[in-house]
């Protein structure tokens, strides 16, 4: 399948600072990929779903000016969590759509912590 | 409206001991259904789906599913588990993709 890289793994904030999370597609040309969200103990919840060269569409309760999604190449989607608050941490995860729209590979996910 | 349950948070299991992890849904919509594995610091990894058919599906690692419409489950199982299969376990119905909270699973040596 194909692999997904997402970078920082792990990143700290200060609170009302701004984070850009980036998710790219490896080996494969990613027309769509999806953020998703997951808090503890809790299952992911899908936030966006960013297409290539789109704007991005978001689920019903997901801000978006408050994350910015960004979808410039078909390798690469960055999601920008802006004014970050204690709130907000949680673990972000991506992944890309494929011709199966019963599949999806997922990236290892950003732990966002903001103090 | 569509949701997943996954009422155990937490399996531990001896190694080689036979092992199931529950899942039931519930959809308005046609019915299709995945178990996805998340090993430590990886993405989620798609063990098996069911999106029509056969209602007993084998996926990767020996694991198999059994869609039972009547009980609105897909209980996940192994007949002999390893340390390797120690990781997160979700359980997922589409349309759009609805995760389970998760069931991790902890093999005993």
């Known amino acids: 399948g194909a692999v997904v890289s997402q970078h920082p793994s792990w990143v700290i904030c200060k609170s009302g600072t701004s984070v850009k999370i980036e998710c790219r597609s490896l080996d494969f040309q990613a027309t769509t990929m999806f953020w998703y969200r997951q808090f503890p103990k809790q299952s992911l919840m899908l936030m966006a779903t960013s297409n290539e060269g789109s704007k991005a569409t978001y689920e019903q309760g997901v801000e978006k000016d408050k994350f910015l999604i960004n979808h410039a190449s078909l390798t690469l989607s960055t999601l920008t969590v802006t004014s970050a608050h204690p709130e907000d941490s949680s673990f972000y995860i991506c992944?890309?759509?494929?011709?199966?729209?019963?599949?999806?590979?997922f990236g290892p996910g950003t732990r966002l912590t903001v103090t | 409206a569509q949701s997943v349950t996954q009422l155990d948070s937490q399996v531990p299991v001896f190694e080689e001991a036979p092992v199931e992890l529950r899942c039931n849904y519930s959809s308005s919509v046609s019915v299709y259904l995945f178990w996805y594995v998340q090993y430590p610091n990886q993405g989620l990894q798609l063990l098996l789906k069911?999106?029509?058919?056969?209602?007993l599906v084998k996926g990767i690692n020996g694991f198999e599913a059994e869609f039972n419409k009547s009980q609105t489950s897909f209980h996940l199982r192994k007949p002999s588990v390893h340390i390797s299969d120690t990781a997160e376990y979700f359980c997922a119905v589409l349309e759009k993709l609805t995760f389970g909270t998760g069931t991790r699973l902890t093999i005993i040596p």
């Open positions: 069911y999106l029509s058919g056969s209602t």
């Open positions: 992944s890309t759509g494929t011709s199966d729209i019963y599949e999806q590979y």
